[in-house]
């Protein structure tokens, strides 16, 4: 058996000021595109999608190409040039043909300059060239998922869990079911569907309801008769047509039982609606609400400016309510700010210093403005960014910060990184010579992901609500492409 594997993946925030060139996909492999042989060692036994293909092949003794592993943090719309150079590497593949399965890991929220519908169009070009070769599909909890997708898709498997831990085995569900279908044991099918909803990202974790329970409702699908069953409960920081709710189910020759399948998912969705709304609660008082706190580690969120759904990850607002309120035994991670980093670096160890820190990405989507903040403290720490994550999330997987320094304010420590990347591995604080077990409050600028490497540790959790455009307060997005009406921004 000869498979095609790629990794093509980015989820597109619309409201992002943060560029998406071609050189963005460069996150794990200094400057180079990783492909084939360097892709295979980089990813096999790492919790991927891609891992867990070459899982299965390698447990078939399949014959394995990897054209491309293309992955970027969260950002502004893909460039036309990124798009077509790193899709073309896996067209170029499929055009040589010779393949019995084409195995894709992809976000399933892309958007480029010239379609919002990035993953549609791609395999809708991968089935010009190849009308027949059958194609499985891994996409992120958060994919927009739209009808190009499924038509041009054989299977399509979705992650179970959010944070994202069950990354490695939606992969390999989808290449056991791809590959029993190419020695003709099942003949899969999909239903798809969607629903009118936009729940906020803060209100999707599985640890929580209501997407536990439909979660769960998918793997217990999955325990009968059905192939895979996936609620997406998609990105709803991107304006376009279909942002939001859906669902996919695959079957074994029974388009009946998927359609119902899919049907129910989607019912249950939409009962839930009115929980899966968040309220924010004002900075100030959430600030003066973690300060009157006393048992340790209490993790504070910087939610609305998380990088691993579009953020800038350079505003300030909520370093400095805390600054201004005098929380003490803090660690801060992190703020973007490369021009700052270089400076610190360049005084080195135990210099004191001041810094103009983040403020320095123009957001104009957003009706405030991010502003620099000016620090003082000393320098205690620096290094190359360069980090493996623990686990769960992303085992195994190299992370790269780049220059990364530690600024201490006598209060708070202040990581200041060159690359984006989102805390949701213990190692990205013991990577920077911090122990959080040691700190009263630990400041991430995360959503839900952190809870993967660090959810463990906390004692308890406050919600700031900052400013960035990764923010759940609807009214502060102009949303101008996505269907209406749609909850909550219309009353249903």
Not at 162 to 189: C, M, N, Q, S, W
Not at 209 to 225: D, F, I, K, M, T
């Amino acid at each position: 058996m000869r498979l095609l594997l790629a990794m093509f993946k980015h989820e597109t925030n619309t409201f992002s000021p943060v560029p998406t060139p071609f050189e963005r996909f460069f996150r794990r492999s200094a400057g180079l595109l990783c492909e084939g042989q360097s892709a295979i060692d980089t990813y096999r036994s790492t919790g991927t999608a891609l891992g867990g293909f070459i899982d299965v092949a390698d447990r078939l003794s399949a014959e394995i190409v990897v054209p491309v592993a293309a992955e970027a943090w969260p950002s502004g719309p893909v460039h036309e040039d990124a798009y077509r150079r790193i899709g073309g590497l896996i067209l170029d593949e499929v055009r040589k043909g010779g393949f019995d399965g084409i195995l894709l890991d992809l976000h399933g929220a892309m958007v480029t300059e010239s379609t919002e519908d990035g993953e549609g169009a791609l395999l809708g070009q991968i089935r010009e060239i190849d009308p027949h070769t059958p194609i499985g599909v891994t996409l992120d909890m958060h994919a927009n998922v739209y009808e190009a997708m499924v038509a041009n898709s054989t299977i399509i498997t979705g992650y179970h869990t959010y944070p994202h831990v069950d990354v490695f085995e939606a992969g390999r569900r989808a290449a056991d079911i791809l590959t029993r279908a190419i020695v003709g044991e099942l003949k899969p099918v999909m239903a798809w569907g969607n629903r009118p909803m936009l729940p906020h990202v803060m209100r999707q974790g599985t640890h929580a309801e209501p997407n536990h329970s439909l979660q769960r409702q998918c793997v217990a699908y999955e325990s009968g008769p059905v192939l895979a069953a996936s609620l997406f409960t998609g990105f709803p920081n991107a304006d376009v047509v279909n942002a939001g709710v859906s669902a996919v189910v695959c079957t074994d020759s029974d388009p009946t039982l998927a359609g119902t399948s899919c049907d129910e998912l989607l019912v249950k969705a939409w009962n839930a609606r009115e929980q899966f709304v968040f309220e924010h609660e004002e900075l100030a008082q959430s600030v003066a609400r973690a300060s009157a706190m006393t048992n340790g580690p209490i993790v504070m969120l910087d939610h609305c400016d998380n990088t691993a759904s579009g953020g800038t990850m350079d505003t300030t607002v909520v370093l400095a309510e805390i600054l201004r309120q005098g929380l003490e035994k803090v660690v801060f991670y992190a703020i973007y700010d490369p021009q700052a980093a270089a400076t610190a670096a360049q005084a080195g160890v135990g210099a004191d210093i001041r810094l103009s820190l983040g403020g320095k990405t123009p957001m104009p989507a957003l009706r405030e403005v991010s502003r620099p903040l000016d620090v003082q403290g000393k320098v205690t720490f620096v290094f190359d960014g360069r980090y493996r994550n623990h686990g769960p999330m992303s085992k195994g997987t190299l992370n790269d910060t780049g220059t990364t320094v530690v600024v201490d304010t006598g209060k708070v420590e202040i990581i200041v990184v060159s690359r984006h990347q989102e805390p949701n591995d213990i190692n990205c604080l013991l990577s920077a010579g911090i122990d959080p077990m040691q700190k009263r409050y630990i400041v991430l600028k995360s959503r839900v992901h952190w809870r993967a490497g660090l959810g463990n540790i906390a004692r308890d959790v406050v919600e700031c609500a900052g400013l960035g455009v990764a923010t759940s307060d609807y009214s502060q997005l102009e949303f101008k492409n996505v269907r209406r009406p749609i909850y909550p921004l219309d009353t249903m």
